[in-house]
């Protein structure tokens, strides 16, 4: 239980193109979903929080207009990289939390590897 | 100072061996710990909740001292298929539960 899928896995894109990611929970319903970005040898750093319904959160220098969420269900989160430069390549993850199983912690989609030429 | 602190590594240890990691936490407040497994290339995975009293599942062990914000685990046995990074998380906890990963310790066991 707890799986949470993320598409598509792998994306190289040109310079100046939008990207979408999508992350999906398959068995629960999530209400936020966090979504991570990561670069080479280095760990998960929290870009957003991900709210079903309203807007998402953003963490301290992290551009809301170069990176737009829209959490519209329940099981839903998107992830839109406008106008992608080389410097956003990087490997993205999403994750959430089925609160039914709290003490498993959080569920992490397969992550998208994203590189901009 | 990072919120959540590692020993980036490298381990090299050899099959069989124990070897134990720790990680230090800044914010006092935060409520819930884990320890998380990612291979290369990979996402992370959930190997483990560490709890007050301390925790074991099989060769793992996972310890917590809120009074010193520290966090260890400990790995017996080690086998060449724990070889990956270990990462270190602290749930922040208040309204939206964010999670705050450790930079990850590597751990390259060594047949």
């Known amino acids: 239980g707890a799986v949470v899928s993320q598409h598509p896995s792998r994306v190289i894109c040109k310079s100046g193109t939008s990207v979408k990611i999508e992350c999906r929970s398959l068995d629960f319903q999530a209400t936020t979903m966090f979504w991570y970005r990561q670069f080479p040898k280095q760990s998960l750093m929290l870009m957003a929080t991900?709210?079903?319904?309203?807007?998402?959160?953003?963490e301290q220098g992290v551009e809301k207009d170069k990176f737009l969420i829209n959490h519209a269900s329940l099981t839903l989160s998107t992830l839109t990289v406008a106008s992608a430069h080389p410097e956003d390549s990087s490997f993205y993850i999403c994750?959430?939390?089925?609160?039914?199983?709290?003490?498993?912690?959080?569920?992490f989609g397969s992550g998208t590897r994203l590189t901009v030429v | 100072r990072k919120e959540v602190e590692q020993d980036p590594g490298p381990f090299n240890v050899p099959e069989g061996a124990t070897v134990a990691f720790n990680c230090t936490y800044s914010?006092?407040?935060?409520?819930?710990f884990f320890w998380y497994r990612q291979d290369c290339r990979k996402e992370p995975k959930l190997l483990m909740s560490v709890y007050s009293s301390g925790n074991e599942d099989g060769r793992f062990t996972a310890q917590l001292n809120r009074a010193s914000q520290y966090i260890s685990l400990l790995i017996r046995d080690s086998k060449l298929s724990d070889s990956a990074t270990y990462l270190c998380v602290v749930n922040r906890g208040g309204a939206t539960n964010k999670l705050i990963f450790g930079t990850g310790t590597l751990l390259a066991v060594q047949p």
């Open positions: 994750s959430a939390r089925d609160r039914a199983r709290a003490n498993y912690g959080y569920t």
């Open positions: 991900s709210n079903e319904g309203s807007k998402a959160t953003y």
């Open positions: 914010n006092s407040a935060s409520q819930s």
